[in-house]
């Protein structure tokens, strides 16, 4: 992660030029008017002066929006940068755009700093600049948005102004002339930003790495999503801790596992990989993942033998325990944190699911 951050600090000082190339070429004339520009734009930010793009020595570009653009590239690298510091909390929302500038692509990150520049822009006054992205709402919502991961609350909201108000002195703006209306403008939106209440948890597949797709550890030349390899880890190793338990703790469970056990001695690995395929995607798409969803037989007809041809008995609640039982070692072994295997237990031990499981 922090080899990811430092590209994206590369990567900010790199995009922003392209940024201003593309827009200012854009731009229309500043309208000529005999009335007086009173907007915060123009009064407390440069308005609409043209002056050369510091980023871009071949361009000009408005002194109000360079101040915006300005204060924008501060916030996102001083939250982007601060891992196991102040605004480590807010890095979660932003794994897509640090996936993608790990595999050096910056079209997200060029989307989102335009955006909030134009959206800053047009909310102080300007002219010239117009917000065409989603509503607040929307942006903020994993469900609507696929480049949010996780729903904000209060708290972490707070902690992206304080971040704001600090890449703002990055940029020299430290007066409360500039500082309080901006805030306010802030404030103003926080309603259809802030979607999760303080006592709610992230949800667990986004702290898990969520939706950014990152190089599969497993498939080279293919992408993933974070949150996902966790989970396939786990699953991978708790049919592994089963299967080579023979006169172990996990021995009753084997009988369960016969027809994929024969195929895995004939070297037929579809059966497994589609067993880990199907358990993965149950638990992303049951603790939070968006874009990831379950497609199997659901959890009664998949361990019916009658149903489910690859089931080959009745699973008891002992059995079902002591399948619980694996998947918590299988966890530990791969260094999962407690308080993440007490979730995932939660999900497992749950009684709709146990009741559907168990039918023995």
Not at 24 to 47: C, H, I, K, N, R
């Amino acid at each position: 992660m922090k080899k990811m951050n430092a590209w994206l600090f590369a990567a900010l000082i790199l995009v922003t030029a392209g940024l201003s190339s593309c827009k200012e070429d854009e731009m229309p004339t500043p309208p000529v008017t005999e009335e007086p520009d009173d907007s915060f734009y123009a009064t407390q930010l440069g308005g609409e002066t043209m002056v050369q793009d510091p980023l871009n020595q071949s361009q000009m570009i408005e002194q109000g929006f360079l101040n915006l653009r300005t204060v924008v590239i501060n916030t996102v690298t001083t939250i982007a940068t601060n891992e196991g510091g102040t605004y480590d909390a807010l890095q979660p929302y932003f794994s897509v755009l640090l996936a993608e500038v790990g595999r050096d692509e910056t079209s997200g990150l060029n989307m989102l700093v335009m955006d909030f520049s134009e959206f800053l822009a047009e909310a102080t006054g300007a002219k010239n600049f117009q917000y065409t992205g989603l509503d607040m709402e929307a942006a903020h919502d994993p469900s609507r948005n696929s480049r949010m991961n996780g729903l904000i609350n209060n708290a972490d909201y707070d902690l992206f102004i304080q971040a704001v108000v600090e890449g703002a002195a990055q940029a020299g703006i430290t007066s409360n002339e500039v500082l309080g209306p901006v805030g306010d403008l802030l404030e103003s939106v926080r309603g259809p930003i802030v979607q999760r209440a303080d006592g709610d948890a992230l949800d667990l597949y986004t702290r898990l790495g969520g939706s950014g797709l990152v190089p599969d550890p497993d498939n080279e030349g293919e992408l993933i999503e974070a949150g996902y390899i966790p989970l396939r880890a786990v699953v991978t190793e708790t049919v592994l801790v089963i299967a080579t338990n023979e006169g172990g703790t996990y021995e009753d469970l084997l009988p369960y596992f016969s027809v994929l056990l024969a195929e895995v001695g004939a070297n037929d690995l579809s059966g497994f990989a589609a067993l880990v395929g199907d358990f993965s995607d149950f638990l992303a798409a049951n603790i939070g993942s968006q874009n990831i969803e379950y497609t199997g037989l659901n959890m009664v007809d998949a361990h019916n033998p009658e149903v489910n041809s690859r089931m080959t008995g009745l699973i008891t609640e002992a059995d079902y325990d002591l399948f619980v039982s694996a998947v918590v070692e299988a966890a530990m072994n791969l260094n999962v944190p407690e308080s993440v295997i007490n979730e995932f237990g939660g999900l497992l031990l749950s009684e709709g699911l146990r009741s559907a499981v168990v039918q023995g």
